[in-house]
C-alpha cells in the first residue's frame, strides 16, 4: 500500500484520534520512515500497530473519498469499454460507472494526481476517484476483465458482452489469449474461494460452472455456448490429454500455482449429449493439513488412534463416503510413522499428494496393476507400514489381511456407513471372520461437517423441546448458527473439521465378531466400553460451538 500525499488530516493524527494507535507508535514509526523512506502506512501495517481495513478507512477520511470494497462493488456493463484491461492493471484502477459524464473510478492510490491525469487524458473524460485496497482491485479485474470476455461477467446475471483488446470470435481456439485467461481465473476464484472441486457442465443452449465449496456446489457465472469447446480443449492441453478426442471418457492431471500455493488439479471428462462434461478436483498441497494432531480428532479420539498406529502389526480401517477425509486422515498416521528406519509403501489409485521418503505406486487396472498385484510385489519389498488405497474384492482383502497377520502395519478404507459394518463387509467379501478378528486392531468411520463462520455467529434463540429431546441435550446447551455475511459468501459456514466414529477391537469385540454376532450386538458391546457413534459426534462439536443443529441432522443418522 503506498499512498502519497494526504489531505485534511494527517494520517498519523487521524488514527491517534480514532483510538487505533498511541503517539509514541506513530513517533517509532515516523523515525523508521525518516529511514526507510517508505510510506507510513507501510510501516504500520509492517508493525501489526492497525489493521488494513481501518488504515484504509482512515487513509480515505485524510483524502476525503469514499472507500469502497471489492465484494461491494457492481460494475456497469458498458463501463468497461471505457478502459482497457491492460491501462487498468498498469494504473490499478477500476472503472465503476458514468454519472454527468464523470467516469467514476476505484483507485489504489487516489492522491497519485499524476495517474489521475494520465487516466483523464486516454479516457477523454473526467473521473471522481474511490479508495480500493490493491489486492481488491486486482481480484476484481480478474473476476470482470477476464470473464467478460467469455461471456460472464462476474455478477449473477452473467449478460453476452464482449469487451477485450484481443479478438474474441466464434472460431477461438484453445491457445487464444482470452481462453487461457478464463481458465486460469477459473482456477484463481476456485483457489481463492478454498473449492474442492471445479464443474463444467454442457446444455443444449447454455453452459452451467459449479464449484463444491465446504461440500456443497455452487453455481457461478459460466462462459457462452459457443466458447465451450475451446476452454474444454485448453484444459485438455494443460493436462497432457487428446484434444481430438470427444467420445470417450479421459482422466488426466495437471499442476498449477495460484498465490505462490501449490495446487495438484486432477481432471476427469466424460462425453454427454451435449458436449464433454468436466470436473476438476483441486488437490491445495500448502492447505493441506498432514499433522495427525490437527485433523479434528478429540483428546480420546487421538489416543486410540496414535496407539493404534503404534502397534508393531495389524489392520486400520477408515470408512466413510468419497470426499469424508479419509485421505487426510490416512497419510497423516504415515507422515506420524514416517521415520528413517521406517519402511512405508503404498498404492494408490490415484495418488493424490506426494509424500516424502513415501515410496508410492499409481495402480493401473488397463494394464494388470491391480491392488492386489501390487500388494503382492510390496511383499517382496520388505515393508513395514503398507497403505492400500482401497479394498474393493476379496483378493485385494485377503491379501491385505495376510499382510497384517504376518507382522506388517497395513491402512486401508471401504465404502461403507459406519464402523461396525465394516466387519460383516469383510465377512461379505469371503473373508473368514476369525481372520479379521485377528488382523483388524481398528476401524474408524468419518465425516466432514461445515464450521459456523466465525465473522457472523449468533446464539440460536428459541429452539423446539423437540430438537432438544432428538439430540439428547438440555436447554442449558447454548447453539449457535452463521447468520451468513460475505466472508462466508451468506452461507454461514466457513471451512470444514471432520468427525470420527473409532471402534477399537477389543478381546470382547473380536470374540463376538468369530461367534458370528450381528452388527447390533456388536454395536451395543462397544457402546458399553465407551464406543461414541458419528452422531454423537457430531452433536459435541455442536456443544463446542463449531457447527449448527441443521448439520448435525444433515450429516449423521441416529444410532
Known sequence: MAISVLKRKDLGETLIAQGLITGEQLETCILRQQETKESL???????NYVSKENLLRATSYCLGVPFLRGNDVKIERNVLALMTEKNARRFLVLPLSVTDGVLNVAMADPSNVIVK?????????????????ETEIKEVIEKYYVRTSLGGDGDETGPDVSIKEENVGEDMDADAAPVIRYVNSIFFDAAVKRASDIHLEAFEKEVALRMRID???REFPAPQKKYYN?????IKIMSDLDIAERRLPQDGKCKIKVNDNKIDV???????????KVVMRMLNKDLFALDIEKIGMSAAELDSFK??????????????????????????????????????LTAEDPVEYELKNVNQVQVRA????????????????????????????????????????TGHMVFSTLHTNDSVSTLSRMSFMGIEKYLVADAVNLVMAQRLIRRICPNCKEELKD??????????????????????????????????????????????????????????????????????????????KLKEGVTTIDEVFGVTISG
Open 463 to 540: 429452539i423446539p423441546d423437540n430438537i432438544y429431546k432428538s439430540l439428547g441435550i438440555t436447554k442449558d446447551v447454548h447453539i449457535y448458527r452463521g447468520a451468513g455475511c460475505e466472508k462466508c459468501g451468506g452461507s454461514g459456514y466457513k471451512g470444514r473439521t471432520a468427525i470420527f466414529e473409532i471402534l477399537r477391537i477389543s478381546r470382547e469385540i473380536k470374540e463376538l465378531i468369530v461367534s458370528d454376532a450381528t452388527d447390533l450386538q456388536i454395536r451395543d458391546k462397544a457402546v458399553e466400553q465407551g464406543f461414541v457413534t458419528l452422531r454423537n459426534a457430531a452433536i459435541n
Open 41 to 47: 502506512g507501510n510501516i504500520l501495517l509492517k508493525n
Open 215 to 217: 461440500g456443497l456446489l
Open 230 to 234: 475451446a476452454i474444454v480443449s485448453r
Open 366 to 405: 488397463d494394464i494388470g496393476l491391480t491392488f492386489a498385484s501390487v500388494l503382492r510385489s510390496f511383499m517382496r519389498q520388505d515393508p513395514d507400514v503398507i497403505l492400500v488405497g482401497e479394498i474393493r474384492d476379496q483378493e485385494t482383502a485377503g491379501i491385505a489381511i495376510q499382510a497384517a497377520l
Open 266 to 276: 486432477r481432471v476427469s471428462l466424460v462425453p454427454t449429449i451435449y458436449g464433454e
Open 307 to 344: 496407539e493404534a498406529i503404534n502397534m508393531p502389526y495389524g489392520m486400520i480401517l477408515v470408512t466413510g463416503p468419497t470426499s469424508s477425509g479419509k485421505t487426510t486422515t490416512l497419510y497423516s498416521a504415515l507422515k506420524a510413522l514416517n521415520t528413517p528406519d521406517v519402511n512405508i
Open 117 to 133: 491525469d494520465e487516466i483523464e487524458k486516454i479516457i477523454n473524460m473526467r473521473i471522481s476517484v474511490s479508495l480500493m485496497d
